[in-house]
């Protein structure tokens, strides 16, 4: 069974475009909706946001949700204001999965998804355009901690 280490690895090698020294995206693991929310016990994480920061290509923020079983996917059908609180301030939603027999029929409108094999992925439905709204500075400075976080894991 794979995994949600190998699938965010391989959403890190997605997002892991770089000319030179620079990277194209900003990509950030766990990601918490709000800081202070998090200390008072919330569990409305993003398990990966990444940031394109080439205005060229849009600069299109991504929230992924990574499920690595059926039951895992069916329990977070069951609480969708879990990923409802990051929709609205996001360009792209998805769903990111290592076996298409966990998502079957039930996707939700508005979710794109993808499929992990190793590091490679793949997008089986591509995330519908959203508009998103300016991010609060209490998301914003849980993205950036998170960003650092992430980029310290990552290898040059």
């Avoid at 709000?34 to 299109?60: F, H, N, P, Q, Y």
């Avoid at 301030?89 to 998502?103: A, S």
Wanted: proline share 6%.
């Amino acid at each position: 069974m794979t995994s949600e280490r190998e699938v965010l690895d391989a959403l890190q090698v997605r997002y892991g475009d770089r000319v030179g020294d620079a990277y194209r995206w900003a990509y950030a693991e766990h990601v918490p909706f709000d800081r202070a929310l998090r200390a008072k016990g919330s569990t409305r994480i993003a398990d990966a946001i990444a940031v394109d920061c080439w205005s060229s290509k849009g600069m299109e923020i991504h929230g992924h949700e990574v499920k690595v079983s059926r039951s895992d996917w069916l329990a977070e059908l069951r609480v969708p204001d879990k990923a409802e609180a990051f929709r609205p301030f996001v360009d792209r939603w998805w769903l990111v999965v290592p076996d298409l027999t966990i998502v079957r029929d039930d996707l939700p409108a508005g979710w794109g998804l993808m499929l992990t094999n190793g590091q490679a992925t793949q997008v089986i439905r591509r995330a519908p355009r959203l508009m998103p709204a300016p991010m609060h500075r209490a998301m914003l400075a849980g993205l950036l901690r998170a960003t650092a976080k992430t980029a310290m894991r990552r290898t040059p």
